[in-house]
Nanobody
Framework: QVQLRESGGGLVQAGGSLRLSCVAS????????MGWFRQAQGKEREFVAA????????DYSDSVKGRFTISRDDAKLTVNLQMNDLKPEETAVYYC?????????????????WGRGTQVTVSS
């Protein structure tokens, strides 16, 4: 069993930055792909970013490319999401998730473990 716990959310003004972290327990992250998703109120869960098990392969949604950076530290069982130049429309609950590989890593149904999420609110 894997437990994922997100932290780092909060309230920030438009144009500001936040760094989200996701810590895993119960199993090593080393051989798994990790992703970040977000879900705004009344909307579907949306892919944000993902990183392969080696950290060499990453993927970003077009809307965050160039502003967000995903990284992992397997020694600390942590995956981070640095978010810069945040926009009000990016207000959402952000979730960390673990996937068995990269095949469908933009698809939230591909992921088998999820954290409870952390709220990010961007004020205008």
């Amino acid at each position: 069993q894997v437990q994922l716990r997100e932290s780092g959310g909060g309230l920030v003004q438009a144009g500001g930055s936040l760094r989200l972290s996701c810590v895993a327990s119960g199993r090593t992250l080393i051989t798994y792909a990790m992703g970040w998703f977000r879900q705004a109120q009344g909307k579907e869960r949306e892919f944000v970013a993902a990183i392969g098990w080696s950290g060499e392969k990453t993927d970003y949604s077009d809307s965050v490319k160039g502003r967000f950076t995903i990284s992992r530290d397997d020694a600390k069982l942590t995956v981070n999401l640095q978010m810069n130049d945040l926009k009000p429309e990016e207000t959402a609950v952000y979730y960390c998730a673990q996937a068995p590989g990269t095949l469908r890593w933009r698809d939230h149904e591909w992921y088998n473990y999820w954290g409870r999420g952390t709220q990010v609110t961007v004020s205008s």
